[in-house]
């Protein structure tokens, strides 16, 4: 008899408005499950052929090759704006997602002269923390962590629990990047703005997997990586947003001539553009830029709104499997049930959760692992099929379930 | 008969040990000479290579491939030590140079508490301007800026003249990026320890070009882009020096992840190694590093000396013809003349700099503008050759003795 998960997955499969997407991507072993998309995604074929042909155009139009370069960036941002649910003119590509932080972060405080406290959580991503307690130290200010629960995420209640009018700026992950839990963008936006701070969100692991709506939230501030579910290649370069009205406004640390009024003219005095541009620092790495362009492209044609409805059934899918096959074996689903409050992944707690890693690799399956004693499973919603799901966690079950993970070296000091 | 520069240089073509390199590079248009390496170098054939290997991989081995990609900014960093006279483990590819610049200065800032002054000089490439501008507005220190000749650069004797005890941090380019002036690195170096100051050195326009030797300078902190004589490609990433004994003691202020020991432990506090990683930041563009490497490697193999021995013939042919055939219609050189003195490019004054450029573009000469009324010739020793300039100059000549140029628009607003 067919097992009834495996008929559901085939059936979700073929009613999904976006199977075809899958063909977009290069899949050279289709016997492998990749369910690590959230930390590189895969290669588009248009991106293979745009790569292609920009080396072509570095060999042929050297210098001449900026005038189609210059504008990647922005016309990225654009292209990102409707995913994000922005306006164009309100993103670009710039810099790393760690670089863009510290650049709003400063501008956001430097926007409130005489407010001394930046608040954040516990559980938000290494690079978001370290960036805030550095400029911290450096300006003599607070850094007020908000308790947030490794697998339930963070409660909003919390966060303005936290707010006052010494807040500064709120800094969060919109998807916690362990446990996949969504806080509420809108309501902290509001309770910060209530308070006279400004909000910078973290969008690595949302932008591509659930619908944001960044205007619609009158949301101030983020930035994010696009080499997760949008597909832009090893990391290619990040984005920032930074809402209409509040571009000439802030003033970025870093001044680079990139964020220069009549960059060329090479004036005297840095006169940044009242746009998105002054957010700009140096020369953009084109190759990557440009893969970051393409990549977006595909998640624009697909649209936000049937990316992120198929995230929900793939996580939804992929809990039953959890709560039916892995939780009797010792795994904890590690992510929240309600479809609201989570992103695209699926974490999944186990006290070999590092051997099990290596084991599902060697079997074919790619998982991620994340400290303390999670799996975390990535469902990038363009190429990801619930029958994905199926096999893998199949494979997950029966590793677990027979203890050939044990024979798979135990976790290497410093990861735990 | 015969054009006496001519014959020469065949001359110096048929005696330069670096001609079989002109191979190893991607040339689609044998008839123009292309003058402007210093603003994007040529493709290399190896790296047309590499890329599209590099996107197999990024198709093929998914997440997998960051274990060939982790190590490529340090590999980078070693084989640029070479061409910039230092040790390896002290350079890494990161960022922007602008990025680099704001990186380091910051560092270096706060490793001299109670000092208030940074030195820089009025010539300064634009970027580098702005950020320390930038910097010392936020830090409310003073910028001290050295008179630098447009023409002739920048004079030791008024950099010792700018320095005190005050003086934190010099930060000037090694070669002018308009006029090509080299600026005497060991001297200043010198000058500013005795001052107990700091140099940051902009090597933009010197790496790949004039033998720099930071370790026999006892250089502390260095930045330059990957793109120009380098070949690195459009926006590859830039690469920092920081002396080996410096490492430990400065801290950077862009705290991110990939600067952080043990990384993938992302523990709850910032702890920098004791090395060149402390100042990465966020996740590097591989494609565009993937280049900045092969491209890197290049010059490596030819060997400084011999790269910079190469400019120096290049740039006294393209000299004396300049003298020869332009000085009589209205050019003047504003470059050194002495050839320890200069980079690898020659910059000529002409009140009508821009329809020149035009003209020459036109008539496949490609040159660089520089304002105020500059034309800027760059040597890329690797894949010019002196009939190359011949051809180029003799271009400029005609166009500028018939008057060929008047046909093109004046400059635009914004670029005088």
New interface residues.
Partial sequence: MLDPFLAEARALDAADPLAGFRDDF?I??PDTV?L?GN??G??PKA??ET??QA?DA???D?????HA?LPVGREAGDVLAGVLGAEPGEVVLS?????NL?KLAVAAL?ARPGRDVIVTDDDN???D???L???AA?RGLEVRRVGADIDEGLRTEDVEAALDDRVALVCLSHVAYRSGALADLPAVTAAAHRHGALVLWDLCHSAGAVEIGLTAADADLAVG?T?KYLNG??????FLYVRRDLQDVLVQ??????G?T?????????RPPPTIDRFL?????????L?ALEGARITARAGIGPVAAKARTLTDYALRLADAWLTPLGFRVATPRDPARRGSHLSLHHPAAWQLCQALKAERV?P?H??PERLRLGFAPLYTRHTDLHTGLTRLRDIAATDRHLTFPIIPQ???
């Fill in positions: 290069v050279t072993d990749y690590d930390s590189l895969r290669l991106t293979r790569l292609r080396v570095w060999g042929g050297l210098i001449d090759g900026w370069w810099d790393s997602t760690s670089v510290y430097d991503f290494p690079t923390r370290y960036i307690e550095g400029i450096a990586c080499y290649g090893p990391g290619a370069p990040a640390p870093i001044r680079g001539w990139f220069q009549d960059q060329f003219a090479m004036g005297p005095d840095y620092v140096g020369t953009p790495p084109m190759l990557s830029g893969a790619v991620d994340r400290p410093g990861l735990t």
